[in-house]
């Protein structure tokens, strides 16, 4: 089996400061424990570029993958997409804008993730949320080819238009791995999590972690804490067979 988990708002709690995100008690000891399982793969896929994400969460002997999927690395996989230079330059050209127009409301922070540009505005007040939300949606509607933008939880990032996701990224491990649909897990909370969901075969196992109902998947839980208990349990399951 192959199980993917999201990191932030998955197997952490969602911080005000997404710099001091950290695993929820016991996830990276439940995490390990799933990896050592014969026959059990394990992969944490993230927007976080890679070395970010392994900062965060340290276990051994798992795939990661940042960047939604662009970089994976582990387990004798090394893949990185390759992107052609007219799209870096629409994004860079698009996030100069986005930054020349919001740059100076209190607590809007940019990040460079390489080929995609986050725009975090967890931190902006009420009044100025609406104003970076609805500057955005302005943005969208002008409707440049070359790149797409992605909104997450409070944060809108710019990628290329051709940009891969998580879906794809699972999938490109499970097929290298020879792992049916079916024997894919994946646990997510945000709104990119429920476009992989859409984009993941039926037979894959979908977990939402969230305070929301979500068609698209399997399963609810409300917390990350909740997640490693399921986690817990279905171990022990496996391990009476
Ligand atoms: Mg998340």
Redesign the pocket.
């Known amino acids: 089996m192959l199980f993917c988990f999201?990191?932030?708002?998955?197997l952490s709690d969602i911080v005000k400061n997404p710099d001091k995100a950290q695993p929820v008690k016991n996830a990276e000891k439940s995490v390990e424990r799933l990896a050592a399982l014969k026959g059990c793969m394990v992969c944490v896929i993230?927007?976080r570029r890679i070395y970010d994400l392994k900062k965060r969460f340290k276990v051994k002997n798992i795939i990661y993958c940042g960047n939604h999927g662009a970089e994976i690395q582990g387990r004798g996989i090394s893949y990185r997409f390759r992107l052609d230079e007219a799209y870096k330059k629409s994004v860079k050209c698009a996030s100069f804008l986005v930054w020349g127009a919001l740059k100076k409301i209190p607590g809007f922070i940019k990040e460079n993730k390489g080929y995609v540009t986050a725009f975090h505005y967890r931190n902006v007040s009420a009044p100025d949320r609406l104003k970076v939300e609805r500057w955005f949606r302005n943005f969208a509607d002008a409707g440049n080819s070359m790149i797409r933008i992605r909104k997450g939880?409070k944060v809108f990032e710019i990628l290329p238009a051709i940009f891969t996701g998580k879906a794809q990224a699972i999938r490109l491990i499970a097929e290298k791995e020879q792992i049916p649909e079916q024997g894919v897990f994946f646990a997510?909370?945000?709104t990119t999590?429920i476009e992989a969901f859409k984009e993941l075969g039926k037979k894959t196992v979908k977990v939402f972690i969230g305070r929301k109902t979500v068609t698209a998947a399997d399963m609810l839980l409300k917390s990350p804490q909740e997640l490693v208990l399921l986690l817990e349990i279905m171990m022990d399951l496996m391990k009476e067979g």
């Open positions: 999201d990191f932030d708002g998955t993230s927007g939880n997510g909370d945000d999590d």
